[in-house]
């Protein structure tokens, strides 16, 4: 797989920001924005395997930063018809850089309590690492199941709530050109949903290039199907569920339906 990177010293390119802005109104860019969790990587990979386009990356994030985008990696990449995959919020910095450039991003969301389970597994998997919301040590695995869980709601369930309404407020004020996807429906038909986000980027492909490229990937990602649906209704505590739903309370103009909060 190639990755093109931006590091620092390699992306100095201002002079060139005006003709990039041109080029990227010829090029590709697709952009899946989505939850940690959410079978971005699967969909990043499909998305490759069905137009050819080159893996980017457009932001500095990763290493404990949040994956703001990054306007040097942007120019870097304007050459390229590409797909990117990145944990980007919906905020104003990055909503500027995607217009400026002509991108519109896939925004992948997942079931908040579901999400929560994929944490705990994911956990249990040996990735202890930092990370934009939290940090984490082996020491948080020996202390009981429903404390971890504790720990992943009260620690991880925020960011994915900040996530989600950026982009709902992005989407509400049509403040940008974006396509949303929810994990539930990319698993119930990979097809469909990949389809329906090819003809949003004007791509065209057959359903049977499309199914052939779902495959390759799926080949990749042998945890992709372990994600049942509904998964976090009977792991999470009925305390731990009301936690979940009392911090979207404080956002009562948003609806979260397609996470999971009715």
């Known amino acids: 797989m190639k990755v093109l ?18 080029v990227t109104r010829r090029r590709r860019s697709i952009l899946v924005a989505g939850m940690m969790k959410s079978g971005s ?7 490759r395997e069905a ?23 942007i120019l870097r990449a304007a050459p390229f018809h590409s797909v990117t995959q990145d944990h980007t919020k919906g905020v104003p910095g990055n909503i500027s850089l995607l217009n400026q450039y002509n991108i519109r991003p896939i925004v992948l969301v997942r079931n908040l ?33 429903e404390r971890q869980f504790d720990m992943i709601v009260d620690l991880v369930a925020p960011w994915y709530i900040h996530f989600y309404t950026s982009w709902y407020d992005t989407s509400q004020a049509d403040a940008c ?44 990602f042998i945890h992709f199907n372990v994600g049942v649906k509904g998964r976090g ?13 009392r911090l979207t309370s404080y956002y009562p103009q948003t609806d979260f339906a397609m996470v999971g909060i009715d």
């Open 5 to 22: 990177h931006a590091a620092s010293g390699m992306c100095v390119v201002r002079p060139l920001r005006g003709l990039a802005r041109a």
């Open 41 to 47: 990587t699967f969909l990043t990979k499909a998305l």
């Open 51 to 73: 137009t050819g386009y080159v893996h980017v990356s457009l932001s500095a994030g990763g290493g404990g930063r949040d994956f703001d985008l990054s306007e040097a990696c």
């Open 113 to 145: 309590y579901d999400v929560m389970v994929s944490w705990f597994d994911h956990l249990h998997r040996g990735n202890i690492t930092s990370g934009p919301h939290s940090h984490w040590t082996r020491a948080h695995l020996e202390v009981p199941e």
């Open 177 to 220: 050109d974006l396509i949303w996807v929810t994990y539930e429906e990319l698993i119930a038909d990979s097809v469909k949903t990949i389809r329906r986000i090819l003809e949003f980027h004007a791509i065209q492909k057959t359903d049977a290039e499309i199914a052939a490229a779902v495959d390759r990937a799926k080949g990749e």
């Open 233 to 245: 209704i009977g792991r999470l505590t009925e305390a731990q569920k009301q936690r979940i739903i």
